[in-house]
């Protein structure tokens, strides 16, 4: 084995050992298999490497496993996040001051409000408006994801001590399938525990620095916004200094990520080469080239600080590095065992970036450009050499991060290669341009303007072509949660087309054996579904039925809760369409969400409960009426009330009654007749209200899920002791029913 190959296998031993780590017995397992491999491999291959040499893979391995492990951010016994449970004893919106130093750049959040970290020094409790006695007065340690007013947070930067008048809160797991666990993205940064400041106090305001790279990259984006307006300004900003820099309308953030172009508000590995091919190109007859070699380093760690120090920057950045050394010393530089080197170095440096999305892509991509775009481009060689780049680049960057884009956000962007081709001159133009005009802007602002302008119509038209792919029919399509197993055997055929030379000439059927591993445990799984999911969400009551590929869905809670709950679990459950809206309380803040909802995948029929129903909006509603039955294929759904919303879901084929009580429940104590109008059910879903013991008897349900997580005490009590089992989805998280009878809650693990 010649030495870049050893150095490769190395670096991979090592990337392996971290990545095993996500479960035990996989890692433990793993060593087992190599110790085997060493014994056997030399026996059956004779070019195997000696078993010294892979005795040293497996040992670096098994050191990165334990190595990670030691470097994963752990409690501190004096962490802020430790006083939470004692504050909020003392009442639901305690307010605390909390000081501490601020660790990162602001940045806007959907909400417009401004969000920072905060490495807190100081903990005091507030009673009324003064200062609570001194024995609450505590010093503390520990990260705090903090959010302020937008206009508080304006011009901080890293390193100035602040005071913040706020609430503590503990970030919760994530409740739902599918979800977004706030909760691990705390803790993988080594935080735990959140704080919503109402007021923000700078106690010294000369901290503030005379320089920064914060306000070095405000400066360009000022330059950049003052002639191309919002939202062509920001997006030019991004292209250059990616989207982490700068505060990009979440929008068109999103319809860039729904057609599969995320990577262009990234910086990555792209920026960089036209940094150096530019600086190279510029200087190769003016300067030497170790003063080349000089210059450039410089400019990628310019680059490098504008852009924030974001993992996928650092890596192409070091990879820079290896070429300008190879400059420097003038031999030629592998790419792929600087690749692996580079990414070797910085996962030692930091081995949780592992687990970074963004590192994760970027190493992936730039993988497949090394070694896939040369045979691509032979298969493709009957193409001029421009259009066949225009293709093979986006390809093989494709085929090496669709897999994990699989696993993680579990979609697959359907439009993602024309979208890629079509706008792959664009990116570039825009992207040179930006970067020109981002320098200039750095020294002259307005002549950064100026630079900048021109590039208004390739931006524009750029955003109109993300636009249009948007408005095609199924932008994304769900694919559901793959398997572990089937990310590692995706991969495994990917390796094997790459290093087996036979596989190459016969590539379709190992792309045919990817695409079945994927769409048979789909096929099989949307045949056969038949359950009824009671998400979690902040008291609002949500029901997915899902019935052999069709998907019922009744309300979708407000936008913020379609966007973060209802659609990563349509999603993780490959539902691409819904058949039917059901919604019992439709208001303004439900109406939005189900337009939120509808732009993102159809729906076929719109149906409302109760209420007066105006169809003058874009969504077109039908009644379900009081006391008629509405079948939906083996589902029945019967209203029984209007104020509050009552209905029964009935499945006759598994003899199963679900009864849906909305929030107002006071009314079921009021009048004889209401109660007359309750049957047995088997399963009661209610806002967590009040009931009567005669309601309970009346329904006579074997379980009740209330969404809330602090139900009405007293029914608790009223449903337990006529042995009914009661879930909280506030404390359970969703809650699922099948046909087996079982209900299993989400959290249940958790608790």
């Known amino acids: 084995m010649r030495n870049p190959q050893a150095a490769i296998v190395l670096c991979l031993a090592y990337i392996v050992g971290l990545i095993v780590t996500y479960n035990p017995w996989v890692r433990w397992g793993l060593l087992i298999a190599g110790i085997s491999l060493v014994w056997l491999l030399p026996r059956y291959w004779k070019k195997s490497p000696n078993w010294q040499f892979l005795l040293v893979a497996i040992a670096i391995a098994g050191c990165a496993s334990f190595y990670l492990e030691l470097r994963i951010p752990k409690l501190a016994t004096n962490d802020i996040s430790t006083y939470i449970p ?369 590039l208004y119509v390739p931006t524009q038209l750029l955003i109109w072509i993300v636009e249009l792919f948007n408005y095609l029919p199924g932008t994304s399509f769900a694919v559901g949660q793959i398997g572990i197993w089937q990310l590692a055997a995706l991969y495994g055929i990917i390796l094997g087309v790459w290093a087996v030379p036979r596989w190459q000439q016969e590539w379709r059927v190992p792309a045919l054996v990817g695409v079945l591993l994927v769409l048979i445990p789909l096929a099989i799984w949307k045949t056969t579904e038949f359950q009824i999911t009671a998400l979690a969400g902040k008291d609002r009551q949500i029901l997915v039925i899902q019935d052999r590929g069709q998907t019922i869905l009744i309300n979708s809670g407000n936008e913020s809760m379609t966007r973060f709950v209802v659609l990563p679990f349509l999603q993780q459950q490959a539902i691409n369409r819904i058949d039917r809206a059901i919604d019992s309380n439709l208001d303004l803040s439900a109406l939005n969400s189900w337009q939120t909802l509808a732009q993102t995948m159809p729906i076929q029929k719109f149906y409302r409960i109760g209420g007066t129903i105006d169809n003058t909006g874009t969504i077109q509603f039908e009644p379900l009426l009081l006391g008629k039955t509405h079948t939906f294929d083996r589902l029945e759904i019967t209203t029984i009330k209007t104020n509050p919303v009552i209905f029964q879901i009935t499945i006759p084929e598994v003899n199963q009654k679900w009864l849906f009580i909305g929030n107002d429940t006071g009314d079921l104590t009021q009048s004889a007749i209401d109660l007359e109008q309750l049957t047995p059910a088997s399963t009661l879903f209610w806002s967590g209200g009040r009931l009567t013991a005669l309601s309970i008897s009346k329904i006579k349900p074997q379980v009740a899920i209330a969404a809330t997580t602090n139900p009405d005490p007293e029914t608790v009590k009223l449903l337990e002791k006529n042995q009914v089992r009661v879930y909280y989805t506030g404390r359970d998280g969703a809650i699922q029913w099948t046909p087996s009878g079982l209900f299993k809650p989400y959290l249940e693990g958790e608790r």
């Open 86 to 454: 004692a504050t909020a004893e003392r009442g639901t919106n305690q307010f605390t001051i909390v000081q501490g130093v601020v660790a990162s750049y602001p940045r806007v959040t959907r909400n417009q409000n401004s969000q920072f970290w905060l490495d807190a020094t100081q903990l005091n409790e507030i009673q009324g408006e003064k200062l609570r006695p001194a024995d609450v007065s505590r010093t503390v340690s520990g990260r705090v994801y903090v959010t302020v007013p937008l206009q508080s947070g304006t011009g901080l930067q890293p390193g100035v001590e602040v005071s913040i008048t706020g609430t503590l809160y503990l970030p919760e797991a994530n409740a739902n399938p599918g979800g977004f666990s706030f909760r691990n993205y705390l803790a993988q940064a080594g935080g735990f525990a959140g704080m919503r400041g109402v007021q923000l106090r700078v106690p010294d305001e000369s901290q503030a620095q005379q320089w920064s790279w914060g306000k070095l990259r405000a400066r360009i984006a000022a330059a950049q916004v003052k002639w191309l307006d919002v939202p062509v300004g920001p997006l030019v900003t991004a292209m250059v200094l990616g989207s982490d820099a700068v505060d990009l309308p979440s929008d068109l953030r999103d319809r860039f990520v729904r057609v599969g172009l995320a990577h262009a508000l990234a910086a990555s590995g792209f920026q960089v080469s036209l940094i150096l091919n530019a600086i190279l190109s510029l200087t190769r007859k003016r300067l030497s080239v170790v003063q080349q070699s000089n210059v450039g380093g410089i400019a990628l760690l310019i680059f490098l600080g504008l852009t924030g120090f974001q993992p996928a920057v650092v890596r192409s950045v070091v990879m820079g590095m290896a070429v300008l050394i190879g400059v420097r010393t003038q031999r030629k530089i592998d790419p792929l065992g600087s690749l692996f080197i580079a990414g070797t170095l910085l996962l030692i440096i930091d081995p949780l970036w592992i687990w970074d999305i963004g590192f994760e892509l970027s190493f992936l991509a730039t993988l497949g450009l090394i070694v896939t775009v040369e045979p691509l481009q032979q298969k493709l060689d009957w193409l001029p050499p421009t259009i066949a780049d225009l293709i093979t680049v986006p390809l093989a960057a494709t085929i090496w991060t669709l897999p994990i884009q699989l696993y993680v956000f579990k979609v697959f962007p359907l439009y993602s290669l024309p979208a890629n081709i079509l706008t792959s001159p664009l990116i570039s133009i825009i992207s040179i341009g930006g970067t020109i005009g981002a320098l200039i802007g750095a020294i002259i602002p307005i002549a950064g303007s100026a630079v900048s302008w021109l």
